[in-house]
């Protein structure tokens, strides 16, 4: 079984619905969760950063975690086609007092029909 | 905030040259930098860790004397793809982590596309 698990898609909306992104991991000493974006022939862009469970809004996107259930979502409201990309989760343990690697999903990638 | 430039963008270069790719973090310090490299259409894989003022610790598979990091400062690593191979030809991403340290996300620079003909 993998740490972390991601749907790779592909996963194709109309402008202005609502996706739903999620993760799920096997690791309980998973502390910090990440989503990043990234469009194609590009670097990672962090978009969420959270390390509690419960919701983080910021504008359209609000990540969700659910240490109990080991589950994280990114949610996207009013999507526009410049959403269109791949999303990535990441998440990390804290061992020995230091910050452990990332560990990334397989990435989800967007596509947003104008 | 939070800016990670790397350079080049994009390297095309023959079998057999060394290829130096660099990674700053424009706007904030880090002690630690990330190397990644990335397949099409599959995720990051996680190449070396490197510290400032000390040595890079590599993953396993990767061959150190083939990939030399070098972090000399808070803002600059540089990763040295010696005698390169079409093998070698990938995507490769850094990062960089802030020096508040534990807990703190990683910011990534745009990539460097090399080929090698």
């Known amino acids: 079984q993998k740490e972390v698990e991601q749907d790779p898609g592909p996963l194709s909306v109309p402008e202005g619905a609502i996706v739903s992104l999620n993760c799920t991991y096997s690791n309980s000493a998973f502390q910090y969760f990440m989503w990043y974006r990234q469009y194609s022939r590009k670097g990672p862009e962090l978009l969420m950063y959270?390390?509690?469970?419960g919701n983080k809004e910021d504008g359209r996107f609000t990540a969700q975690v659910d240490k109990s259930s080991k589950y994280i979502s990114l949610f996207i409201r009013d999507s526009q086609p410049s959403d269109s990309a791949t999303y990535l989760c990441a998440m990390s343990a804290r061992y020995g007092g230091a910050t452990n690697k990332l560990i990334f999903g397989t990435g989800t990638l967007l596509a947003v029909q104008p | 905030g939070a800016v990670v430039s790397q350079h080049p963008s994009r390297v095309i270069c023959k079998s057999g040259t060394s290829v130096k790719i660099e990674c700053r973090s424009l706007?904030?310090?880090?002690?630690?930098m990330f190397w990644y490299r990335q397949f099409p259409k599959k995720s990051l894989m996680l190449m070396a860790t490197s510290n400032e003022g000390s040595k890079a610790t590599y993953e396993q598979g990767v061959e150190k004397d083939k990939f030399l990091i070098n972090h000399a400062s808070l803002t600059l690593s540089t990763l040295t793809v010696t005698s390169a191979h079409p093998e070698d030809s990938s995507f490769y991403i850094c990062s960089a982590r802030g020096v508040q340290g534990e807990g703190q996300p990683q910011h990534f620079g745009d990539g460097t596309r090399l080929s090698i003909l």
């Open positions: 959270t390390y509690s469970s």
């Open positions: 706007d904030f310090q880090a002690t630690t």
